[in-house]
């Protein structure tokens, strides 16, 4: 089994950016894939980026790049150009059998979130 947990989330201004971390853990951790999705109120939840198919949601595609950091066993979520539509819950997710951001909002293994607030 994996757990993630997430962090670095906060409020900007619109235009700026910030670095989502969020630090796996587990024996079989690699054998997952992992991506990003995003919940804002009201609104069902969306998958963002997923580091395995290197894809990203229309929405953020240009602006946010995912990569990881194997070393220390941590997926980033890099956001630049924030705007106040990117205000969310952001989740760090993993699945067996999931993989591509298409997917990820389905995923098994949820992290406990962090909140990005945009004005």
């Known amino acids: 089994q994996v757990q993630q947990v997430e962090s670095g989330g906060g409020s900007v201004q619109a235009g700026g950016s910030l670095r989502l971390s969020c630090a796996v853990s587990?024996?079989?951790?690699?054998?997952?894939?992992m991506g990003w999705a995003r919940q804002a109120p009201g609104k069902e939840r969306e998958g963002v980026a997923a580091?395995?198919?290197?894809g990203y949601a229309d929405s953020v595609k240009g602006r946010f790049t995912i990569y990881k950091d194997r070393a220390k066993n941590t997926l980033y979520l890099q956001m630049n150009s924030l705007k106040p539509e990117d205000t969310a819950m952001y989740y760090c997710?993993?699945?067996?059998?999931?993989?591509?951001?298409?997917?990820?909002?389905?995923?098994?293994?949820w992290g406990q979130g962090t909140q990005v607030t945009v004005s």
């Open positions: 580091i395995d198919s290197d």
């Open positions: 997710a993993a699945d067996p059998f999931l993989c591509g951001y298409q997917h990820i909002q389905r995923a098994a293994y």
């Open positions: 587990g024996s079989t951790s690699s054998r997952y894939c």
